[in-house]
């Protein structure tokens, strides 16, 4: 079955560093899709993409994130210089077409960013 | 704005027993989907089940269930036969539904923390 693939599974970094996630969606869906989990707390919506552009995005997706697909499999979540309050769980996820049951959201396994 | 709420951060239930987690939301749309979430201490999103506003019908997948009162805004969980596997923190989630050609975000409750028993 089809999954929702991201790398690393964990990044340590320093503050002030730069970082990539990575995700690789499910191969035919065209929406994608951050969210991050701070630890004990809830899951929260970053940013939607679609068409190679934000759709959406949070309060929380500021100047210092920014998203990319840089070519036909990838959707990159960059961190321009990270701050200790950026250690969460990230998640990517990816849905089919808007409407109807394509609409559903499948999720990858999370990359933790812990930030020293 | 969507708000979704679960008042029970923390449930237990015997092995083959059954358990229901509640949700409820807020909102002031007519369109919209609900969903249930799964995170094992893998931490893993999977998804458990999906309710579509304008159907009626509960939406049922195996030993899960839903119960879906739109009226009262509520959409809880039933787990029949519960299993050891079943162990996992549960998120309640919304999503609008448009008609507009971009992806809708989800908006997830703070989760039960549910622990099935031997």
């Known amino acids: 079955e089809p999954e929702v693939t991201q790398t690393p599974s964990h990044q340590v970094t320093q503050m002030g560093q730069e970082v990539i996630l990575r995700c690789v969606p499910i191969s035919n869906h065209l929406y994608f899709y951050w969210y991050r989990q701070i630890l004990g707390q809830k899951v929260e919506f970053l940013v939607s993409f679609y068409n190679n552009e934000i759709s959406e995005k949070s309060e929380i997706f500021d100047d210092q994130f920014s998203v990319e697909r840089p070519d036909g499999s990838n959707f990159t979540l960059k961190i321009r210089s990270t701050k200790l309050e950026d250690s969460a769980m990230y998640f990517c996820?990816?849905?089919?077409?808007?409407?109807?049951?394509?609409?559903?959201?499948?999720f990858g396994p999370g990359t933790r960013l812990t930030v020293l | 704005a969507q708000t979704v709420t679960q008042s029970q951060p923390e449930m237990s239930v015997q092995e083959a027993e059954t358990v229901t987690l509640s949700c409820t939301y807020d909102?002031?749309?007519?369109?919209?989907?609900l969903f249930w979430y799964k995170q094992p201490p893998s931490r893993q999103m999977i998804l458990v089940i999906r309710q579509e506003a304008y159907k009626q019908q509960n939406a049922t997948e195996n030993r899960f269930s839903v119960n879906f009162q739109k009226a009262a805004k509520s959409f809880s969980l039933k787990i029949s036969d519960s299993q050891l596997g079943d162990t996992a923190m549960y998120f309640c989630?919304?999503?609008?539904?448009?008609?507009?050609?971009?992806?809708?975000?989800?908006?997830f409750g703070a989760g039960t923390i549910l622990r099935v028993k031997s």
């Open positions: 909102t002031s749309e007519n369109n919209y989907y």
């Open positions: 989630a919304f999503m609008k539904r448009t008609y507009m050609e971009y992806g809708n975000k989800l908006v």
């Open positions: 996820a990816s849905s089919e077409l808007f409407g109807g049951s394509t609409d559903t959201q499948y």
